[in-house]
């Protein structure tokens, strides 16, 4: 087996120095002490007459070839810490001297492990990593070429020993594993994690807890220090409870997926760095690992070499998380002469809408609440209910409600389409009552309106046949989760093209794999524009809500997103992280979950419109209705997937959709027509997705009629 590195100097008296070394040639060879004893003799207060009586001691470098003889230990510390002080004080050297820490992560550790030996804030140094220097490491590692291929632990303990022999080192060349945790942290007084892996943090916090040993943590991104005092609480949550309850068992075998949203949460996404939030998003496919630069690395040494001072001193350091951001300070540039430099930065928040209404059972309704509460949960796109209903005696009237709209509803279509729903559904509802009398449309460039005209309102005779099919529409829901890719059935397929196949609509269904690949990639980058796109992402995550008041938009809960997405949430809405994506060509992780959830669908049923007007949309939205509906009673789950070019019924109109996606979506326009041609009076009204899933039905929430 080979021999373990060195890593560090050997110290030997003047009379304990082997031979070998002074008569070896290759060996260098120097002398301090002449330098130094003038140093003592210059230095202010004159040093105690015992330093200058010390004894020298003669340091050997393996490594280098090198042996220097230097002043003793005492003599060798008042020189090397001189300029510590008034920032240290003498009592403060020596109880800093006592220290034992620990540094796990020798990459932004390195950094740490060299200030706090420079400013002499430890006696002892245990340094853990498993890996050994690279050339890529060396935009941050204050190493040499001649370090590469070493383990980072023995390079950062070279390193120190050849600013201070006498300062104890001890590596851990594995890195921390649950087999030598216990050795690393025996004795420590502190530990300051810098590793890469998740769980490693976890089971370092854990034992530490345990131990009463306090953890510091600097994330070389914004300058984040977190201190965590285990020794003062005991029962303080890992990471402040940023994550959960985390115990190191339940991350055994987590892939990075699911791993790198844990740490996300812990670094606060809305708070993190654009450029790295936006490189989250792009581990495994533009970058390798976890950008860092020297400037921050090094500042990250720097804070927590200023914490360590706190605790030497006795000074207040408690738990919590601190940034020091070296851009937002110098967005705070002033001009010494009182004239600010910069401009201030503000944030506005709106207030979101929020309702409450008494449900009330339908049987309880009257025939006017029922049509109305029914035309109320028809879909629509973003949940946005682009309606106003009206009744009087004999009508109950659904108009298009211009304000309720967005980018993609070019030419409020997607809003004409919600409008046929809501019509359909009142239709229904009126006729399970007895009291359906005839429908109108009316949709031209000034009105877009469906409405309902009744008869016997209050008298009719309830029609059981209309009534299942209202219970159906009641109980409509959009289920977002993947599917079991299992077939579309050849009579399910039937049904369902009887349905949409109509004086006003026709069935285009993709049921077979190349379809569907077809589609998925579509759909992959659709999402990607939108995502990148500033306006329509600010309108994606407007639509978006945890609020449990909210009448309108999108519950966050039933996108059902896989866990890696679901934990970057606020990184993913955040417009400046996608603003770095765009620039950097980045993103593909944005549209991988959309094509995931077509790959596992049974089909994509595009419903084809005869007719482009607003009133040839809004019938179209009767059959977009009825085809939702048939598709769940066969038991299928249906999600609405429509592109984002869909409204824009030619190139140039999708182009205008995005200044800095455009061609692209111009382009995917074109693939679509070649997936689903059709005439130039029809027009793809709608893609749903439809798939098998036992996952639970997450209603959409409502504003009252």
Request: hydrophobic share 40%; proline share 5%.
């Amino acid at each position: 087996m080979p021999s373990a590195p060195t890593t560090a100097a050997i110290l030997y008296s003047e009379s304990e120095v082997p031979v070998s070394l002074f008569a070896d040639d290759t060996i260098d060879r120097a002398d301090l002490t002449d330098q130094t004893t003038r140093a003592l003799d210059e230095i202010l207060p004159p040093v105690d007459p015992a330093l200058r009586a010390e004894k020298p001691r003669f340091a050997y470098y393996s490594w280098r070839r090198s042996l220097i003889k230097i002043p003793g230990p005492g003599s060798f510390r008042r020189l090397r810490l001189d300029r510590n002080r008034h920032k240290l004080t003498a009592a403060d050297l020596d109880t800093a001297a006592n220290l034992r820490i620990g540094i796990v992560g020798l990459s932004v550790g390195h950094a740490i492990a060299l200030t706090l030996a420079l400013e002499g804030l430890a006696g002892e140094l245990r340094l853990a990593d498993f890996d050994d220097l690279e050339l890529t490491n060396m935009n941050r590692i204050p190493a040499t070429l001649l370090d590469i291929s070493a383990n980072k632990a023995v390079v950062a303990s070279r390193r120190i020993s050849e600013i201070d022999p006498y300062l104890k080192t001890t590596v851990f060349t594995e890195g921390i594993t649950t087999e030598n945790i216990d050795e690393f942290l025996d004795g420590l007084d502190l530990v300051v994690e810098e590793c890469d892996s998740f769980d490693v943090k976890v089971l370092v916090r854990h034992r530490c807890r345990e131990l009463g040993i306090p953890v510091l943590m600097e994330t070389s991104d914004g300058g984040t220090l977190d201190v965590e005092r285990f020794d003062l609480e005991p029962g303080r949550p890992l990471f402040h409870g940023l994550a959960g309850d985390l115990r190191i068992e339940d991350l055994v075998g987590l892939d990075r997926a699911h791993l790198t949203p844990l740490a996300v949460k812990v670094l606060e996404p809305a708070r993190v760095t654009a450029s790295m939030a936006a490189s989250a998003i792009e581990l495994g496919h533009t970058v390798t690992a976890w950008p860092q630069l020297a400037g921050d690395v090094l500042l990250g040494g720097a804070t927590v070499a200023a914490a360590v001072r706190r605790l030497v001193q006795g000074r207040p350091l408690p738990s919590g998380r601190v940034r020091f951001d070296r851009d937002t300070w110098l967005d705070g540039l002033t001009d010494p002469r009182g004239e600010s430099a910069g401009g201030s930065r503000g944030e506005s928040a709106g207030a979101a809408e929020s309702f409450a209404r008494r449900e009330i059972p339908v049987e309880e309704m009257s025939d006017l609440e029922l049509i109305t509460h029914a035309a109320s949960r028809a879909p629509s796109a973003g949940n946005q209910q682009p309606w106003r209903i009206s009744v009087d005696d004999d009508t109950v009237t659904i108009a298009l409600d211009r304000s309720r709209t967005s980018a993609l509803d070019v030419g409020h279509r997607a809003s004409a389409v919600a409008v046929g729903a809501a019509l359909h559904n009142a239709r229904v509802a009126a006729a399970s009552r007895g009291v359906l009398d005839d429908i109108e449309i009316v949709g031209d460039d000034q009105t877009v309106l469906g409405r309902v005209r009744l008869k016997g309102v209050g008298a009719g005779v309830r029609a059981p046949e209309y009534e299942r099919d209202l219970r159906a529409l009641l109980a409509r829901s959009t289920r977002r989760g993947p599917g079991d890719g299992s077939p579309l059935g050849d009579d399910d397929l039937i049904r369902l093209t009887d349905v949409a196949d109509t004086e006003a609509t026709r069935l285009v269904p993709l049921a077979d794999r190349t379809g569907l690949a077809t589609f998925a990639s579509i759909s992959d980058r659709s999402d990607r524009a939108r995502f990148l796109t500033p306006e329509l992402h600010r309108e994606m995550f407007a639509e978006l809500t945890a609020d449990p008041t909210a009448g309108a938009g999108i519950d966050i809960a039933s996108l059902d997103l896989p866990p890696a997405m679901a934990g970057m949430i606020d990184v993913l809405r955040r417009a400046d992280v996608m603003s770095l994506l765009d620039e950097w060509g980045g993103g593909a992780a944005l549209g991988a979950d959309a094509a995931a959830r077509v790959r596992t669908a049974s089909g994509i049923l595009l419903l084809v419109q005869r007719g482009r007007t607003p009133a040839d949309y809004l019938r179209a939205g009767l059959v977009v209705q009825q085809l939702w509906t048939t598709a769940e009673q066969l038991g299928y789950a249906v999600h609405p997937m429509t592109p984002a070019f869909l409204y824009a019924l030619d190139e140039a109109t999708a182009r205008t959709l995005s200044k800095n996606q455009g061609d692209l979506l111009a382009a995917l326009r074109r693939e679509m027509d070649e997936l689903c041609p059709v005439a130039d009076d029809e027009a793809v009204t709608i893609a749903l997705r439809v798939s098998r899933s036992d996952k639970p039905v997450v209603r959409s929430r409502r504003l009252a009629p």
